[in-house]
T-cell receptor, first 105, second 113 residues
Framework: GIQVEQSPPDLILQEGANSTLRCNFS?????LQWFHQNPWGQLINLFYIPSGTKQNGRLSATTVATERYSLLYISSSQTTDSGVYFCAVDEKLTFGTGTRLTIIP | GAVVSQHPSWVICKSGTSVKIECRSL??????MFWYRQFPKQSLMLMAT?????????EQGVEKDKFLINHASLTLSTLTVTSAHPEDSSFYICSARDSRGAFFGQGTRLTVV
């Protein structure tokens, strides 16, 4: 099956910093989504982005489908951004390995 | 819109008993729902795909007789963990989809003692 790797696995930043999270996938996909899992386990849908670029407030995402990767940008980080960020691909939503983000006040 | 409600949020049960978890799409209809399991500090692993009015499709390695899935209506899917054992303790999450993407329930933390 398709392999989905995310980097970095862990990221600790000061409040206000910017960050870039990466998602690499092993095969072409028709569906790619980014999620934020908060400390209570709830998954929040951030972007549906099989290709191109989207922005929503301090967050933006870019997927380069031909090169099999997607990037999630978080600007001006806040403590509420802490949690685990997952990308997931294809109809069955195969999840990546995740990036655990910790924002320090 | 796109609210998915999962119940219960957490449950503790004795080894050998069965536990039922409900997943409801509150404001949209979902012909397909998905059930995932997540162990601590790990990613989500798909267990099965639940289709309204038909049998669920299980992923390789998931015991269909142990994890019973019923999708009785366009807004409700249930997962029953039968004869639960401590190794079944995990975080179970359901997902319902429509044209806007996938939306997740809040998850159920199951502890089998």
């Amino acid at each position: 099956g398709i392999q989905v790797e995310q980097s970095p696995p862990d990221l600790i930043l000061q409040e206000g910093a910017n960050s870039t999270l990466r998602c690499n996938f092993s095969d072409s996909v028709n569906n790619l989504q980014w999620f934020h899992q908060n400390p209570w386990g709830q998954l929040i849908n951030l972007f549906y982005i099989p290709s191109g670029t989207k922005q929503n407030g301090r967050l933006s995402a870019t997927t380069v489908a031909t090169e099999r990767y997607s990037l999630l940008y978080i600007s001006s980080s806040q403590t509420t951004d802490s949690g685990v960020y997952f990308c997931a691909v294809d109809e069955k939503l195969t999840f990546g390995t995740g990036t655990r983000l910790t924002i320090i006040p | 819109g796109a609210v998915v409600s999962q119940h219960p949020s957490w449950v503790i049960c004795k080894s050998g008993t069965s536990v039922k978890i409900e997943c409801r799409s509150l404001d949209f209809q979902a012909t397909t729902m998905f059930w995932y399991r997540q162990f601590p500090k790990q990613s989500l692993m798909l267990m099965a795909t639940s289709n309204e009015g038909s049998k669920a499709t299980y992923e390789q390695g998931v015991e269909k007789d142990k994890f019973l899935i019923n999708h009785a209506s366009l807004t409700l899917s249930t997962l029953t963990v039968t004869s639960a054992h401590p190794e079944d303790s995990s975080f179970y999450i359901c997902s319902a989809r429509d044209s806007r993407g996938a939306f997740f329930g809040q998850g159920t933390r199951l502890t089998v003692v």
